[in-house]
């Protein structure tokens, strides 16, 4: 028997430690070290423990990330369809074949009818400069094809933070150590960004409270001191409540507002429609619960606002997270260490636009139509005009992870369109490809990745050799040049070379980045931006971004926009008229589907050790719920609207209120039963700003599945599905 700990075992062997960066969607953006034994195989994948952030560890999914690389689905080969649309028959073919095939169709389509016949799809399977931006730009902008408007995650709130600010500039995890309250408002943590969480609980020995505002008991939830549960989609209504508290109170900040915003008489007429007993009918808490969170929030400093994406998917979206981000102008708490608005880090440091894209070259045809991602069921089955002949995925899984996902699936059905899918895996979307592409993991290409939840960036130095024939993205873009004619050295460049010119072009305007070099990143992996201590506590100086340069409470921007200018609440376009109402067995309730511990966003849901841990694709619903349904829990569930249904496992709780549900997300639909996921149910509406998703404004109807109504497939995958029979 060894005591030896696995670390230890390996320090004996001759491995070779590579650095490298995770590459998913994730705020932590994490540093890793990839161990390497002398036949070129991997054997271990560690979080750095010199990283201020990842401090030596990793999430329970990257934890996982030699079962991905590893995995024996892994796609090794181009393959070519050969029987019909989604009957995954698919033939191996060569790249060269492959490459030559493509160029042809897209050849042929630009000639009858315009390179924006072709739609690149992506998002975010990886974050990386090279992989993921300078991929989505340099080639499609020479083509001249239609242009992707980036709008699945977090574009509203995107708007209504630099709307009102300016610029999205959170502080440092690290900063949390400094706050006495930390108002968790919508965002989770625990499952989304897990190494805020040590950070959180040492705050928290250090005397912060931390009160979680979410309708769901979350994880983070259940660490938090307090949990305040409203109904989904009103939370614009309780800040705005807060602050008519504060208001009448007199616990604002006056002497700030008069310094540091605009539109304050115009706000200040918005708060006094919201007192405490109308938010209180409309979010349905306890009007003592809103005055007292907002006293505690008002007298509490250095009190952070900690937002995340989530709760901009609904369709009063934009609105919601502007009025959010008033909240610490009123109490003055911008420009405080361990106070102000934690969001996100992506404007400390903004690549120059011009050198990763290219678009200003001469040879590039004008900027085309821009056709927004929420919408591609649509697209493809009549939105678009002129038509899209050709869809081109990478980086995404949108037969899984778009909104109407049905729709998205009758449109891959077309005939007259060509469909490229570059995955690692057979996806749901890949399934629907007429060539598929194989494509390597963060292990096997090189890139470079800036954070949006702290502030170091991460060069990822390949550790093993591609596996099989697979390419990286920008290694594909390389071929699709060459084949398509086009010479221009910048769509030849190699990776190093890429981040180098994408560097040293954007280091005179931006000096955080002073002294981050390749030559740097290649021997140190990560490094900090540059950022003098007297600025890193963000709008210390009170200057902000915005046009006026200060907090605009009402926004000349927004008008333009044809936004209201001044925050307020609207209520969502799905929403139950009486939500206080116990619910009639028929009515349909407003489910959320957020992100599961273990997958991001579809990504890692067919490793069967972290569906194991996920268990199943579940309801959670409220005993009286249930109750009204006869429903029990284990048992597997109809959940529809008009846009479509799916089936999921009921599970009785008391994690959600009375009237409300929850799933998390994103299940792959060919491991789920029926092989559907609650995206055949989200809609593909956009959100109040900037077209934005808006997911989680969803009423469904939930039925008991009959008895004698069984599952349409065979238990996949060793997912948990109950024979109701
Ligand atoms: N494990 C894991 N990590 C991830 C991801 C993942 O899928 N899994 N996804 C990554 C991506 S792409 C993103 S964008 C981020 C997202 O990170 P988060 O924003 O933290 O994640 P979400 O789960 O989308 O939403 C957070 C919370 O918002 C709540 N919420 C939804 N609607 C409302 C509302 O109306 N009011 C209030 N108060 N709360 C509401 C949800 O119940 C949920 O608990 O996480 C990233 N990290
Ligand atoms: N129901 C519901 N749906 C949601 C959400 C939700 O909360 N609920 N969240 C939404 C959000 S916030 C987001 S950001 C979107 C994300 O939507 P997507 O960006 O489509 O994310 P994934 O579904 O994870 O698909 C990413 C794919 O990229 C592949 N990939 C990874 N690395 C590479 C690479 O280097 N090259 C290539 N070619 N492929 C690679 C992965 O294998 C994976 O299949 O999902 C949205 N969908
Ligand atoms: S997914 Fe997030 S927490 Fe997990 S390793 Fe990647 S960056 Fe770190
Ligand atoms: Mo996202």
Redesign the pocket.
Known sequence: MSLKTPIQKEERRNLRVVYGAC???CPDTCALETRVDESGRAVSVRGRPDHPVTRGWLCAKVNRYLERVYHPERLLYPLRRSGPKGSGQFTRISWDEAIAEIAERWKNISAQHGAEGILPY?????L?LV?GGVTDSRFWNRLGASQLERS???YAAEDAVLLTIGGRLAPAPEDLLHSKLILIWGSNPASTAPHVVPFLREAQRKGARIIVIDPIRTLTARSADQHIQPLPGTDAALALSMMYVMVTEGLHNAEWIAQHTVGWEQLRERIMQYPPERAAAITGLARETIVDLARAYATTSPAMLRIS??IN?HTNGGQTVRTLVCLPALVGQYGVAGGGLMYSTSDWLKWNKAAVGHSQEAVCPPATRSLNMNRLGAILTGEADPSVYSLYV?????V????NAGKVVEGLQREDLFTVV????E?D?ARYADII?P????LE?VDLHKPYGHLSLQYNTPAIEPLGEAR??WDVMRALASAMGFEEPWLHMDADAIIQEVLEATAPQQPTLQGLTLERFKAEGSIPLTIPDHERVPFQDGVFRTPSKKVEFYSEQAVAKGYDPVPDWIPEVEARPEPLRPATKDELLPLL???AHH?????FANQQTLISKERTPTLRIHAEDAKARGIRSGQLVHVSNERGWCRLVAEISEDVRPGVLATT??WWPKFSPDQR???WT?SDRLADFNGG?T??TNLVSVQPLEMNEPSTQEEPLGIFIPKNA
């Not at 494509?439 to 963060?442: D, G, I, P, V």
């Not at 997958?599 to 990504?603: A, L, P, Q, V, Y």
């Open positions: 590459p998913h969607d992506s998002y975010a399977g990886t990386g992989q699945i995650c977090g994406d989530g998917r990478y980086n995404a899984n949108p899984a992870s778009a909104p570059h995955e690692l895996f996806t979307t592409l494509a390597t993991s963060q290409q990286s993205n589907c957020p992100a997958f991001i966003s579809s990504t997300t994103v996921n609650i995206n989200t998703s997911f989680y």
